[in-house]
């Protein structure tokens, strides 16, 4: 084989050696080097070279030598020669591997999820051209937080006087976010959400509805409300519905619903069912807004 400058030395090489010093009763000894298994060394004890293998004499991985049987100290004499070494793995340096060195199949695909993702599994990208990591939850669309309750029995309330609305039954509820006990929605998302109500008017006696209404509410104050007004030609029940897109902080702002009713006779109420939503409040997070 042909060199360029001068040819290196091939004679004067020598196999290194490593005396032992004996432990009685120990069988397992340390090599000064990591080696991949017990025929890189040849090892002599008391003069005789020693079978190599499982079941033989002894076995070697790393730098761990395991004799079968243990010497005795001060009888027994034991040394190896190394033939061979272990070298250690060494990784590419940064930057050195470009895309011809590195194979198409390397993301192969051939395992598929079988679920909607979790919010920390991850996905690859590319940002202007830099591949990067991304949690779906930072890519996932949803009309969250949302909610919709409704009134679930008739709620008696006093003439021409404004009334929050009891909604106290709810049929969806994704973040724990209405609280049926002060009837308000307070989302822990900022955003604009669409809010959408309705009131069934059925006062006891019947043709008696003058006005009814409905009002929506951010913090306690109307942002849209809505009326029904009969004059003299009074009827017997009324549905006034109402919707708004507003903004909430996502902390403290909450939306609520009020309503008012003025009759000529008998018992001012909102309609209420255990079944249906007759009488109904919700909102949800619009996406992208």
Do not use: W
């Not at 004499?77 to 060195?101: F, H, K, W």
């Not at 051209?129 to 949690?135: F, Q």
């Not at 009002?215 to 306690?220: A, E, P, Q, S």
């Amino acid at each position: 084989m042909a060199y360029i400058g001068k040819e290196p030395a091939n004679s004067f090489i020598s196999f290194e050696k490593q005396v032992f010093t004996i432990v009685n009763s120990q069988t397992a000894y340390t090599l000064s080097h990591a080696i991949t298994n017990e025929n890189d060394i040849r090892l002599i004890i008391n003069n005789v070279i020693q079978e190599p293998g499982s079941g033989k004499a002894y076995t070697a991985s790393g730098t761990t030598l395991t004799l079968s049987a243990a010497l005795v100290n001060g009888t027994d004499e034991m040394y190896c020669v190394y033939l061979g070494r272990a070298l250690q793995t060494v990784n590419a340096p940064d930057g050195s591997i470009s895309n011809s060195q590195v194979a198409p199949t390397i993301i192969t695909g051939q395992t598929a999820l079988g679920a909607t993702p979790a919010d920390t599994d991850e996905l690859l990208i590319s940002d202007a051209g830099t591949l990067k990591r991304v949690d779906y939850s930072y890519l996932k669309s949803a009309n969250t937080p949302a909610f919709h309750a409704f009134l679930n029995t008739t709620q008696t309330i006093s003439d021409d006087t404004v009334t929050t609305v009891q909604f106290n039954t709810e049929s969806l509820d994704t973040d724990s976010a209405y609280d049926t006990s002060n009837y308000r929605f307070t989302p822990q998302v900022a955003g604009k959400y669409y809010v959408y109500a309705a009131i069934n008017h059925n006062p006891s006696s019947s043709t008696n509805v003058q006005q009814a209404g409905i009002l929506i509410r951010k913090n306690g104050s109307g942002i849209t409300e809505n009326f029904f007004s009969c004059g003299t030609n009074q009827i017997d029940s009324v549905v006034v519905v109402g919707s708004i897109i507003v903004d909430l902080n996502g902390s403290s702002d909450y939306v609520d619903v009020a309503g008012s009713q003025a009759i000529s006779s008998g018992t001012n109420r909102f309609t209420g069912d255990s079944t249906q939503s007759r009488t109904y409040f919700g909102a949800y997070k619009i996406i992208g807004a």
